[in-house]
Structure formats: C-alpha cells, structure tokens
T-cell receptor, first 107, second 114 residues
Framework: AQRVTQPEKLLSVFKGAPVELKCNYS??????LFWYVQYSRQRLQLLLR??SRESIKGFTADLNKGETSFHLKKPFAQEEDSAMYYC?????????FGKGTRLSVIA | DAGVIQSPRHEVTEMGQEVTLRCKPI?????LFWYRQTMMRGLELLIY????????DSGMPEDRFSAKMPNASFSTLKIQPSEPRDSAVYFC????????????FGSGTRLTVV
C-alpha cells in the first residue's frame, strides 16, 4: 500500500528562520515524489518533483530512500511562503497525498 | 493554455438535489482525476480516467456518485441525491505521460449542501 505521512499539521516560524516540512512515505517500489503548495483558497500548484532535483522559490527536497523521507526545506522563510503544503507519492496508483502541513511565517 | 477549467466555482444546493460538477482538462493530457478535499480526510482520489476510460472508481464513496468522460475535453462528476456530508472542495486534475511531471489541478468547486 502507498501511504504518505506529514506529521505536523501546523508549523509556525519567524521570517528569516529555516523551514523544514517533514514527509515520510511507505511504498515498496521506486516512488515518484512531489510537493504541492496551496495558497489560501486557491488550486494546488506543483512545487517540486524529486526527479528534477530543482530549487523552486528557494525550496529544495531530497529523496532519502533509506529513511523513506522527502522533507521540504528552505533556509530563510518569507511571509509569502505561508500556505498549505502537501507531499504526494505516485507508485503504482495515482497520486496519494499526505494530510498536509500548514506553514505560517510570522513577521 | 488556460489550464484545467472547473465549473462552477461555488455551488450551494439543498439536500436531495442533483449536483453536476464539470471539468475541462488541458488539451493533450490523456489522464483525468477527480479528488475531494475535506478538513478531516484531506485529499482523496475519487476516480480517474485514462484516454476517456474509467480505470479505478474505488474511491467513489457511494452509488450516489457517478462520473463520466464522454470525450477527451470534458468530464462530469454527478451526485444524486446530494447530502450535507458531501460538502467539500472537489478538484479535477489532468496529466500527460510521463507521469513524473505531476498533475495540473483546476481551481476546484466548493460544494455546500444544506
């Protein structure tokens, strides 16, 4: 079975502080992992794909197969980063999403 | 490209009424997905289509829910009869191979059943 766990429902950080949003997954095969962001009452937008190893809006995420994790990181949080963040896994079925973490960046 | 287009953006209906949600995927995308988002359960996959054919509808909660994709540019999700517990945001998404590009989501339909 495919499962994504985001242990934190809410994460509050001060502007300029580092951010790490945790994501752990369960899948026996080779997963495709994604981070999506949802700003207030808007559509989900693709933020990162593990396969591309890119940095978007200062965010990065590294797939750690040993720890089955795909944590999202940013060295310096900005107020505009406040949003819901969803980790998603695609194995042998369509995307399965975690419950999401609400990031609140405090000025 | 206008992206994935969903209508209506908001729907308020009375319990027992039929509700139809609509989705136009991105041209050239051959997979279409319907998700439901609630506070309690997060994002749940309801059904998905490949090349207009329903592949897996195991996420559809009850027989009151049905979905169709008559052609590559249009899909509907119907609830008949609607109930208050169906209140949620319903998202449509589409994708194209290779799937590691991820899905593109529509703006969603916020359904309120009173």
């Amino acid at each position: 079975a495919q499962r994504v766990t985001q242990p934190e429902k809410l994460l509050s950080v001060f502007k300029g502080a580092p951010v790490e949003l945790k994501c752990n997954y369960s899948y026996s095969g080779s997963p495709e992992l994604f981070w999506y962001v949802q700003y207030s009452r808007q559509r989900l937008q693709l933020l990162l794909r593990h396969i591309s190893r890119e940095s978007i809006k200062g965010f990065t995420a590294d797939l750690n197969k040993g720890e089955t994790s795909f944590h999202l990181k940013k060295p310096f949080a900005q107020e505009e980063d406040s949003a819901m963040y969803y980790c998603a896994l695609r194995g042998n079925t369509p995307l399965v999403f975690g419950k999401g973490t609400r990031l609140s960046v405090i000025a | 490209d206008a992206g994935v287009i969903q209508s209506p953006r908001h729907e308020v209906t009375e319990m027992g009424q039929e509700v139809t949600l609509r989705c136009k995927p991105i041209s050239g995308h051959n997979s279409l997905f319907w998700y439901r988002q609630t506070m309690m359960r997060g994002l749940e996959l309801l059904i998905y289509f490949n090349n207009n054919v329903p592949i897996d509808d195991s996420g559809m909660p009850e027989d009151r829910f049905s979905a169709k994709m008559p052609n590559a540019s249009f899909s509907t999700l119907k609830i008949q009869p609607s109930e208050p517990r169906d209140s949620a945001v319903y998202f449509c998404a589409s994708s194209r191979p290779p799937t590691n590009y991820g899905y593109t989501f529509g703006s969603g339909t916020r359904l309120t059943v009173v």
